[in-house]
């Protein structure tokens, strides 16, 4: 049974996850089948799962949309790929569309994003379009001492944050501010560090800001320590400290609450540029001509570009952006307890399931 | 008694406005003494006089920074300016910090805005520094039937949407929406259509709506008749009947006020940008993540940077963009009553003070 393929079902709100037998073979004409290595258990998921956020496909369906693994089977015009080792962009463009041929794909209005749009990652494989996979060079991952798994945070984890920073422009010299240090923001820290910025991390949980100390944060602050004004400014007197500009900080919102993008917001400073990375579905309250007066901007990112994402895993396969650390795997099967334990704020970091094979 | 120097005083909040003599002569090194020909009467300015908005200078401060006029005498490294018809910026950056330096004007922290960190324009004469004046070519200011206090308005409320309008991107084929055409608004939808952008317009008052429909708008909307939802539906019926993009709406908010800044962030649509030019110290509730969610962008800008004046000034001078019929212009020692009828909304054109020489 070793083509024999599974995978994990969301049959309605906080229903058990089901396991069912599915046959990916053979794939259509530019697509293939990927073998799953590992796919992250990302925020969206619990979302769909336990907050009612819709999917667009209809239920029954399979989530994940941080995956990486191995082509097994091509489909007409997607030869290339053939036993290739790949991540799955969790948004995936068309193509061929107007948006896609000027560049902005990640507005392409048929975008497929696995586990919302198509059958997603918590399976043993997984039927995509070739167009935009990452091949990833299994040399340079094994001297980085990770596994392929390891890798499928790139799809969403890493590449979202990658595009916000390089949509920022992120610089050598630059005073970047994360606020929300978990599974995503954790690697905009890295990443924004990576290309230079000098990197301000806020959070509301010691062991986080404790981590990404190790990894990239030059200043760790609990905004539970810091009302009102306070946080603003311990962040001045830093960049005075390390001689960094009172000016045109670049702040990246990924704790996607709405404590956080309110403080977030209370950030901008003359020229600043604010990342919005993190999703809520509440609102906030701010006063939005703090744009014009300071003459700031706020930049929303969805997804990232396919284009992106070999820099993306570049930046990990030169050992510059940490994965493993920030990862635990688990089993594909125990998926039900898995995403009980991180609805509840019980693992210390992302969740990537491993199905047997 | 030809070269007899008054300036218009506020001393208190809505006190009235009082005239003083003062001596402008002769001019600091690379300062120059502009006779004014107009000074526009700008929200801005009432938000001082009314609302207790602080002004950076002490009073009593002489308010105003729409300024055109004549230099009529130069200090010294300033002798280019001699005689020469120019329009003063609203904010004049100081060309040699830091932020000048790296193209970042509007950034400047030792930037002067007359009226609020020097005397301003509601005046005979005024002391300005000469970097960042903009020329003036009057045989092509002649040939478009204007005069030199016409064009005063350029200062703040042409250059200011123009500023935003080149930081947007606006293109031929691009579906632009403008929120509030009245003194600022009205050049925004000028200024778009004049780059090629098909310009939606939406007000509250008809008579507005009327006036631009003549002045560059495609669609005029009253928003009072288009609660909810139905507003955002009409311009998507619009933008399909045109043929135009039902993605990448660039949205410029000119009302500065609460409600239209709601208005103007609810019709965010995937790829959009947001481009926040009024002003108002209220908080508005909108859903930040939607900048995420449709990978848009809000930009905010202060002022125009002075190398920006003359490209706004040609479609001035090219007769594509219209200032005439926006302005009325009131002898300056009317300054209390016309600042009255502006403050009660009895003006329909933006006021222009002009002193006597």
Same sequence: chains 1, 2.
Avoid at 164 to 191: E, K, M, S, T
Avoid at 205 to 216: D, M, P, S, Y
Avoid at 322 to 346: M, S, T
Wanted: hydrophobic fraction near 45%; charge should be negative.
């Amino acid at each position: 049974m070793a083509n024999a393929a599974f995978r994990w079902m969301m049959t309605g709100l906080g229903q058990p996850i089901a396991l069912a037998q599915f046959d990916p073979f053979p794939p259509a004409s530019g697509e293939v089948v990927v073998e799953i290595a590992g796919c992250g258990v990302c925020h969206t998921d619990l979302g769909y799962y336990y907050d009612g956020v819709r999917t667009k496909h209809d239920l029954p369906l399979t989530l994940g949309h941080e995956i990486s693994g191995r082509v097994v089977e091509t489909g007409a015009d997607a030869a290339y790929w053939a036993d290739r080792a790949v991540i799955v962009p969790a948004v995936i463009p068309c193509g061929t569309c107007d948006a896609c041929r000027r560049g902005k794909s990640t507005i392409c209005p048929n975008q497929k994003m696995p586990g919302n749009d198509i059958h997603g990652g918590f399976a043993t494989h997984i039927v995509v379009p070739a167009h935009g996979l990452c091949e990833v060079d299994e040399t340079k991952l094994k001297a980085i001492g990770a596994d392929l798994a390891d890798l499928s945070v790139i799809a969403d984890a890493v590449t979202t944050p990658y595009q916000a920073v390089i949509q920022a422009g992120v610089r050598p010299g630059d005073l970047v501010i994360v606020n929300g240090v978990g599974g995503v923001g954790g690697y905009a820290v890295q990443i924004a560090h990576a290309l230079g910025g000098t990197v301000v991390a806020i959070d509301v949980n010691e062991a986080k800001l404790a981590k990404i100390a190790e990894n990239g944060a030059a200043l760790t602050l609990d905004a539970r320590a810091l009302p009102g004004r306070e946080l603003k400014a311990a962040i001045q007197t830093f960049a005075k400290e390390r001689g960094l500009r009172k000016t045109e900080w670049i702040i990246f919102e990924c704790s996607g609450t709405r404590a956080g993008q309110e403080t977030a917001f209370s950030l901008i400073n003359h020229g600043a540029t604010l990342c919005v990375v993190g999703f809520t579905m509440d609102k906030v309250e701010v006063r939005l001509s703090n744009l014009m007066a300071y003459h700031a901007r706020a930049l929303g990112n969805w997804g990232c570009s396919p284009e992106l994402y070999p820099a993306a895993l570049d930046l990990v396969l030169a050992g510059r952006v940490k994965v493993a650390p920030f990862v635990e795997k688990h089993p594909l099967d125990q998926i039900n307890q898995i995403f009980a334990a991180v609805h509840h704020g019980e693992l210390k970091r992302r969740a990537v399931l491993v199905p047997v094979h």
